[in-house]
């Protein structure tokens, strides 16, 4: 398993791996991402925090990371963090703990760049990824509804989200 940061070259790798999430989610619930912005994910790529994992040379796992989220955690986007959005995994590599893995990594990257907190969020009514979270070690802080819809992508309208965290 190797962490690297994803290129344009990956665009397209990433996408699919979106569009499968996407799938999944309405498979089994009402609740589903909307399609990504293009030029979204690739600034995400130029500022070097688009990331992916290789699993015998194939990107098995996508993620973003930020270093600010204050749409989302309000007055706690003071603490210095790492935040996590859109983790996706290829369906031929599910079942790996992705999730763990991803934070083990964040919390090495976060404690060198001086952070205090790994952080993310999920859909509130999305019961089973909360358990996955704090099988991993994430401590659920409680839900809240952003106010702030024009500082998030389109995904964020309408919905309550979950916050997590681990201390580092």
């Known amino acids: 398993m190797i962490f690297q940061q994803s290129t344009h070259d990956d665009l397209n790798t990433i996408f699919k791996l979106y569009d499968a999430a996407i799938a999944h989610q309405k498979a089994v619930s009402n609740m589903h991402w909307l ?4 030029e979204l994910v690739t600034q995400e790529i130029q500022e070097g925090r688009q990331w992916k994992i290789l699993v015998d040379d194939q990107v098995a796992c996508a993620f973003v990371v930020a270093y600010q989220d204050a749409a989302i955690w309000g007055d706690k986007d003071r603490e210095s963090s ?3 959005h859109r983790i ?6 599910r079942g790996r703990n992705f999730v ?5 990594w964040a919390k090495w990257h976060g404690k060198t760049l001086g952070k205090k907190f790994v952080r993310l969020d999920t859909w509130a009514e999305n019961l089973k990824l909360k358990e996955i979270y704090e099988r991993n070690g994430f401590q659920f802080l409680g839900v809240v509804t952003p106010t702030d819809l024009a500082a ?3 995904h964020y309208s309408g919905i309550r989200l979950s916050l ?3 201390a580092l």
């Open 35 to 38: 399609p990504f912005d293009r």
């Open 82 to 84: 790492v935040y996590l």
């Open 88 to 93: 996706v995994t290829d369906p031929a590599f």
């Open 100 to 104: 763990g893995a991803i934070l083990e």
């Open 152 to 154: 998030l992508p389109s």
């Open 164 to 166: 997590f965290e681990v």
